[in-house]
């Protein structure tokens, strides 16, 4: 299929010469459609790189702009990217930046990818030990989803980001949440089925992007979960003794931790947050941490990027449909919030 439609959308594209950017994993894995695609896309130019959080680089980044000028790229070429959010993110950014932009196509290889990183435009690396504190919006011309490629990825990989899925579900309303919770585990659905999931999901969030491309206002709502899941995450990785959190898995946490704060804020219903604990539960193994952790948890937490005058921020659901930006009055519901998750999960 993709070595079909992608050349068959190209052939419509006024472009001189044609790039092509492939996580070196996913071609190792997927030889085959990787060679297959290459020769249906006829004369290119073609480049493997390591692709993970750790190569999202200066020097990677360098690497990209020296690789495509000693290859001739002009600004009429078009890089087209084959990998997971990582390559997408520093592939992108290498475009958003040469020649004061190329444009791209992005061909995603992991499901944080098809319904998160290759939706929206952010592209970026990251700088000064801070996560995509560099990067640039800059859309790709078209994304192509080829599930097939789910067929190789690892397991917490898969359900990190299905934690992105569930994250899109609960902002869509009940019809999608409910849908979410007849899959339950998503590990033994079919292609089509994670076709028809995954064509919702990036609906969804385009629909959002479309409507805010620079985060002005409404994309905001797209970062709920993320106030406290990105804490989680972060605190993992440093506490090395811990389990390292994946992103879209720290996400669902995150929903979890802060769809209780709203309830106590809000005194919203819990039905949500009961249905959501009980998926986490057949989905992620147990995530422990200890009271003596909160400062540095809160202390991430004040870190994030929509907090205004020092106080902390989040998107709260009040139930599936429904979100509010809440601005937190001191520490303690979030100490609530954490304690939940400690004592339920
Ligand atoms: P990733 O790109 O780091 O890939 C994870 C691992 O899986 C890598 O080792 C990669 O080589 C491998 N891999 C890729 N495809 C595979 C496949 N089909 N089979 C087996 N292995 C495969 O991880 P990710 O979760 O896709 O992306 C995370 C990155 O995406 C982060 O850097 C994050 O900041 C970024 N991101 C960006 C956006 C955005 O809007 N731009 C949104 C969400 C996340
Ligand atoms: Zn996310």
Redo the contacts with the bound molecule.
């Keep these: 299929m993709l070595d079909r439609k992608l050349p068959a959308f190209l052939e419509a594209v006024a472009c001189d010469r044609l790039f092509v950017v492939c ?1 070196e ?2 071609s190792e ?1 997927h030889t085959s459609l990787v060679t297959r695609l290459r020769e249906a896309l006829g004369s290119h130019t073609f480049l493997t790189l390591p ?3 750790s190569e ?1 680089t200066t020097n990677r980044l360098a690497e990209l702009w020296s690789w495509l000028a000693d290859e001739g790229a002009t600004r009429h070429s078009v890089l087209i990217l084959i ?5 997408l ?1 520093l592939g992108g950014f290498a475009a958003a930046t040469y020649m004061r932009g190329i444009r791209t196509v992005n061909v995603p ?2 499901l ?2 098809m319904v ?2 290759s939706v ?1 435009g ?2 970026g690396i990251d700088y000064h030990g801070i ?2 504190l560099v990067g640039a919006f800059h859309a790709p011309l078209e994304v192509f989803v080829d599930t097939s ?2 067929s ?2 690892p397991i917490e ?1 898969l359900l ?2 299905y934690g992105e899925v569930i994250k899109h579900a609960t902002l869509m309303g009940k019809e999608a949440w409910q849908e979410i919770l007849r899959i339950g585990d998503p590990a033994g659905l079919m292609d089509d089925e994670w076709e028809a999931l995954i064509a919702k999901s990036v609906a969804y969030k385009s629909s959002i992007v479309e409507a805010d491309p620079t985060e002005r206002g409404l994309r905001r709502i797209l970062n709920v979960g993320h106030t406290v899941g990105h804490a989680l995450e972060a605190y993992s990785h440093t506490n090395t003794f811990r389990r390292a959190l994946p ?1 879209g898995e720290a996400v669902v946490f995150g929903l979890l931790i802060e769809s209780y704060i709203t309830s106590l804020i809000k005194g919203t219903d819990r039905t949500y947050i009961r249905q959501l604990m009980h998926l986490a539960r057949e989905l992620y193994a147990p995530f422990f941490y200890t009271c003596k952790d909160y400062p540095e948890l809160l202390r991430l937490m004040r870190h994030d990027k929509k907090n205004t005058s020092g106080k902390i921020v989040l998107m709260g659901i009040l139930e599936p449909g429904k979100v509010e930006a809440i601005e937190l009055e001191g520490e303690e519901k979030i100490k609530e919030g954490l304690d939940f998750l400690r004592e339920t999960f």
């Design positions: 996580d994993v996913v894995l692709a993970t959080e999202k990998g997971g959010g990582a390559l993110d290889t992991t944080l990818a998160d990183a929206g952010k592209t996560k995509n490629f789910l190789t990825l990989e990190s980001g992103h």
